[in-house]
């Protein structure tokens, strides 16, 4: 067995050692998980530069598997290697020195906060100019007060999460031609909260590549990690062309497929959201082009955060009160309520409690804000119908519930109907999973989609109301039929 084989086997198994030997809450404390070794090595295969001098940084370096990685790819094409690994974790510590020691490099490796270290750099402290950067950050939310964040906006950084910090962090850092290859949440997409991270990384550089797994269970099972993760390829300074999505089923990349797409394809709207394709050519048909106010409608987040009212909510119906809804109360096209469960079913219907309700005079189209891990589809949407609660003269409907409706009010059965179909499309599901990486469905992504007309959409509800009970291949019939 070579060298490089040996320390790759010894490095992976001490991962597995270490990763199943650390507890949970150690993990979840420092949003820490481990790179497998197929993935690091994948990693290190996407770097362009590779000759000259290397300045390497790897920022969370753990036990040191993705420098590992990217030293048995390329040390021997660069005429000197120069390694900075940051590890906050004192577990980690002689685990990394002992990795970074089996190379012949210069290495540096600093058992300090790695955003303190970065800023005071960039704030002229100490030199920057890396020429090369792979990291798999830590994932963890950082509160808007807390010191990380003042620390940040020292840089200019306004972000929400300590992935986005160090990525942002680490692209200040590099000189002009520096390449960055980082695994990150998919979340940073789309949604408001991601959107100076993602102007300051098409600000400062280029979009080369952006590797998708098709299964978000795969890539890090060994920790159990949710995230839907991205592999992406920046340049500094680089001038932006056209952006390699590859897709692979799994960690091995055994399927591995790619192909190029325009940029303007890619990064769209004054957001600057991200739309990543997982098939060829899934794109909304130009016939359906009406954003929700051309049609008249709106969409909103389920009002009652029921923490909030629970002296007016009753886990069943009383006098005096009206139908609450939680996502539990709807499978499919049908309505299960009162429904016994942990859910309450009611709330009352009073003055304080009136501005939170909508009246029960017409229909409404729901849809869920989370779904679960590896459900089928990302969206789905039911129809409120107001005969299932006759003789209520309003309805509750709760947080976790988005709700499609004209100035509060109810919709016309066909429209309502229509839009539900719509929804739960093949095509909308592919086109909102190009753009949104997680389990939530907000209003503000629904308000980004594009619809049918009032007309398309009345001949679809008329078609799904005589149908009655609908499969998903008589929707994407349907559909094409339209297009």
């Not at 404390?29 to 940084?57: D, K, V, W």
């Not at 974790?89 to 290495?107: F, K, N, S």
């Not at 709807?330 to 309450?344: D, L, M, N, R, V």
């Not at 429209?415 to 739960?424: C, D, Q, T």
Request: charged content about 25%; some cysteine; overall charge negative.
């Amino acid at each position: 067995m070579s060298p490089t084989a040996q320390v790759r086997d010894n490095l992976e198994t001490l991962r597995l050692h270490v990763g199943r030997n650390t507890p949970d809450e150690h993990k979840a404390h420092l949003g820490q998980y481990m790179t497998p070794g197929n993935i690091g090595r994948f990693m290190a295969s996407m770097f362009e530069r590779t000759s000259g001098p290397c300045r390497l940084i790897d920022p969370g370096a753990g036990i040191g598997s993705l420098t590992a990685a990217f030293l048995d790819r390329w040390q021997e094409s660069f005429v000197s290697v120069a390694v900075t690994a940051y590890e906050c974790d004192p577990a980690m510590h002689e685990h990394l020195a002992e990795t970074v020691g089996q190379y012949r490099v210069e290495a540096n490796i600093v058992h300090a906060d790695f955003i303190d270290m970065a800023v005071l750099q960039l704030k002229g402290f100490a030199p920057t100019g890396y020429t090369h950067a792979i990291i798999n950050p830590p994932y963890k939310k950082i509160n808007t007060e807390s010191r990380h964040r003042h620390t940040l906006r020292k840089v200019g950084i306004e972000t929400v999460n300590l992935y986005s910090a160090f990525t942002a962090l680490v692209v200040l850092l590099m000189e002009n031609g520096g390449e960055v290859v980082a695994i990150i949440p998919r979340s940073f997409c789309n949604g408001p909260f991601y959107q100076p991270f993602r102007e300051l990384l098409l600000d400062q550089a280029a979009v080369k590549h952006v590797h998708l797994f098709g299964s978000r269970k795969k890539a890090f099972k060994d920790d159990n990690v949710l995230q839907e993760n991205v592999i992406i390829h920046l340049v500094k300074g680089a001038t932006q062309g056209d952006v390699i999505v590859s897709l692979s089923s799994d960690p091995h990349f055994h399927d591995y497929e790619e192909r190029s797409y325009p940029f303007d394809q890619i990064v769209q709207g004054p957001e600057k959201f991200i739309h990543l394709p997982t098939k060829e050519n899934v794109e909304i048909h130009p016939r359906f082009d009406c954003g929700l106010k051309d049609i008249g409608i709106e969409v909103s987040t389920g009002p009652v955060v029921d923490f909030r009212l629970r002296e007016f909510i009753h886990s069943e119906p009383v006098e005096g009160s009206v139908p609450l809804l939680y996502a539990t109360h709807f499978a499919g096209q049908t309505i299960e309520w009162p429904k016994a469960g942990k859910k309450p079913n009611a709330i009352m219907n009073v003055s304080e409690a009136q501005k939170w309700l909508y009246p029960n005079n017409g229909f409404y189209t729901v849809t869920r804000r989370f779904s679960s891990k590896e459900e089928k589809r990302r969206i789905t949407a039911s129809v409120c119908d107001p005969a299932a609660f006759e003789g209520a003269m309003a309805l509750g409907f709760e947080n976790h519930l988005n709700v499609f409706h004209t100035k509060r009010t109810g919709l016309a059965e066909e429209i309502a109907r229509g839009l539900a179909v719509y929804l739960n499309s093949s095509m909308i599901d592919e086109h909102f999973r190009s753009f949104n990486g997680h389990t939530q469905v907000n209003a503000t992504d629904l308000r980004l989609l594009k619809y049918p007309d009032r007309a398309t959409l009345f001949v679809l509800g008329a078609w799904a109301k005589d149908k009655g009970s609908l499969t998903q291949k008589d929707i994407d019939v349907k559909l094409s039929e339209l297009q």
